[in-house]
């Protein structure tokens, strides 16, 4: 099971059923906040989802193709990271995440993505890892700026949001240039 300490007051652990009630409470006390970007929200009514969402992220993990893991700080859960699924013949994969409302601000997304990306291409042996965020949602794209990725471009109506298509922006980073940003 992945486990990783980000500093004394932050670690990442893979989900499990335990974490149920925490994280089904953190999801709706962020609903509106949330819910601008992710439609799963709306999805998202009982802690029954919640332990469904969590068997189909251990079901994942069995499979080898990726998980998702909590952040959490100071014993609080505070968000979720994981990898969408692992392409192996490609060896390449995606990363989602999201953060409470109590949460934003404190770096705690910039140091997950960084320990994802740094599990995806050093432990997973993966060459490429992409993020993808709507061209208005400034917040989740600041995370990929600030570690260095590149916009490779725009994909028009990725994504159909309630009422309305939003287009995406997408980052990518290659191995080679993982390596090279973080001995810079």
Request: hydrophobic share 40%.
């Given at each position: 099971?992945?486990?990783?300490?980000?500093?004394?007051?932050?670690?990442?652990?893979?989900?499990?059923?335990?974490?149920?009630?925490?994280?089904f409470g953190l999801t709706i006390g962020?609903?509106?906040?949330?819910?601008?970007?992710?439609?799963?929200?709306?999805?998202?009514?009982?802690?029954?989802?919640?332990?469904?969402?969590?068997?189909?992220?251990?079901?994942?993990?069995?499979?080898?193709?990726?998980?998702?893991?909590?952040?959490?700080?100071?014993?609080?859960?505070?968000?979720?990271?994981?990898?969408?699924?692992?392409?192996?013949?490609?060896?390449?994969?995606?990363?989602?995440?999201?953060?409470?409302?109590?949460?934003?601000?404190?770096?705690?997304?910039?140091?997950?993505?960084?320990?994802?990306?740094?599990?995806?291409?050093?432990e997973l042996m993966l060459n490429r890892?992409?993020?993808?965020?709507?061209?208005?949602?400034?917040?989740?794209?600041?995370?990929?700026?600030?570690?260095?990725?590149?916009?490779?471009?725009?994909?028009?109506?990725?994504?159909?949001?309630?009422?309305?298509?939003?287009?995406?922006?997408?980052?990518?980073?290659?191995?080679?240039?993982?390596?090279?940003?973080?001995?810079?």
């Amino acid at each position: 099971m992945f486990t990783h300490m980000i500093n004394e007051k932050t670690k990442l652990k893979m989900l499990d059923l335990r974490d149920s009630e925490q994280l089904f409470g953190l999801t709706i006390g962020s609903k509106e906040t949330l819910r601008e970007w992710l439609q799963f929200i709306d999805y998202t009514k009982s802690v029954v989802d919640t332990q469904s969402f969590i068997q189909s992220t251990m079901k994942q993990f069995s499979e080898n193709n990726g998980f998702q893991a909590g952040i959490w700080y100071e014993g609080n859960l505070a968000g979720v990271i994981g990898f969408h699924k692992i392409d192996w013949n490609n060896k390449s994969t995606s990363i989602g995440y999201w953060l409470g409302n109590d949460y934003v601000g404190l770096g705690l997304m910039t140091a997950s993505v960084k320990a994802f990306v740094d599990y995806a291409l050093k432990e997973l042996m993966l060459n490429r890892v992409e993020i993808r965020a709507a061209v208005e949602n400034k917040k989740s794209r600041a995370i990929p700026e600030r570690l260095g990725f590149t916009e490779e471009g725009c994909v028009r109506q990725a994504e159909w949001l309630y009422d309305h298509f939003v287009d995406h922006v997408v980052y990518g980073i290659l191995s080679g240039d993982w390596d090279e940003n973080m001995s810079n």
